[in-house]
C-alpha cells in the first residue's frame, strides 16, 4: 500500500448526551485534533461532538461530507478522494461505532477498493454492550436490524427468531423505533414461549442505562418504561 495516501479513521461517538470522554479513549481526541475532513451523517450533531471532544479546534476549517439516505452513490464515490492526495480522513457515526448498523460500512468498503488503509478505533458498540451484559450466548449470535412493522409479520419473525435460536444454541439480537418500544415488548410477551429468555437493554453507557434478562412471561410485569429510550432486544431460547 502507498504510504502517499490519507487514511480512513472509523471514529466511534457516544450513544447519549453525556461528556464525550467518558466512554471514548483519549486517542479519539488526538485523532480528531489532527484531521480536518470527515464523513458524518448529520452536519449539526457532528460539529457539535468534535466540539465537545476539542473545544479549541477550528469549526471554519473543517471540510464534512454528509452520507445520508439522500446521498446519491455519485457523491459518495468521491469522499475519499481526499485520502488519494495524501489526506486523511474521520468517519463518524451519529451514535456508537462507525459501520455497525450504520450507513459508513458502504464508506469501509469503498476504501477497501481504493487501496486506502482503514484504522477502527475503540469505543462504545450498543449492540456488543447488550450481548455482554445480557447474559446470552456471546459465542454464537446474530444482529438482525429492525424487525417487520406489520404485526402478523413481526410475530412471524419473532417465530422464526426464536427457533433459529434454540436450533443453533445462538443470540438473536434487534433492535427498534424508541417510540415503539412498549409495542415490542408486548409482541415479545405474546408471541414467545413463556420460558424464552428476553433482554432489555437501554440507554446503554447512560445514568439511566438499564439491563435485565428474564423470561417472556415475567416480562409481562415489568414497570420500567422504555418509550423513547434507545434500547436493544435479544432473545434466546435454551
Known amino acids: 500500500m502507498s504510504n502517499s495516501k490519507g487514511q480512513l479513521y472509523l471514529i466511534p461517538t457516544r450513544l447519549g448526551n453525556n461528556p464525550p470522554l467518558e466512554v471514548l479513549p483519549i486517542s479519539i481526541k488526538k ?130 427468531l426464536e427457533r433459529l435460536s434454540s436450533e443453533h444454541n445462538q443470540s438473536q439480537i434487534f433492535i427498534e423505533t424508541p417510540y415503539r418500544n412498549m409495542k415490542m415488548l408486548e409482541d415479545l410477551t405474546h408471541s414467545l414461549h413463556p420460558n424464552t429468555r428476553v433482554c432489555v437493554a437501554c440507554d446503554l453507557t447512560l445514568p439511566t442505562e438499564f439491563i435485565k434478562t428474564m423470561p417472556a412471561k415475567d416480562w409481562k410485569h415489568n414497570k420500567e418504561d422504555f418509550h423513547k429510550r434507545p434500547a436493544i432486544f435479544i432473545i434466546q431460547k435454551d
Request: proline residues 6%.
Open 31 to 160: 485523532i480528531i485534533e489532527d484531521l480536518d475532513f470527515y464523513i458524518v451523517e448529520n452536519e449539526k450533531t457532528a460539529r457539535r461532538f468534535i466540539k465537545r471532544v476539542s473545544p479549541s479546534k477550528s469549526q471554519p476549517a473543517l471540510k464534512l461530507k454528509v452520507l445520508n439516505k439522500y446521498t446519491t452513490e455519485a457523491e459518495r464515490n468521491t469522499f475519499l478522494n481526499p485520502c488519494l492526495e495524501g489526506i486523511s480522513i474521520g468517519l463518524l457515526s451519529e451514535a456508537g461505532c462507525p459501520a455497525i448498523a450504520d450507513p459508513g460500512a458502504d464508506i469501509v468498503g469503498l476504501a477497501h477498493q481504493m487501496d486506502i488503509k482503514v484504522i477502527p478505533l475503540v469505543g462504545p458498540s450498543s449492540i456488543l454492550l447488550a450481548l455482554m451484559g445480557s447474559g446470552m450466548n456471546g459465542q454464537s449470535f446474530t444482529f438482525n436490524g429492525y424487525l417487520p412493522i406489520d404485526k402478523n409479520e413481526r410475530k412471524a419473525k419473532l417465530k422464526t
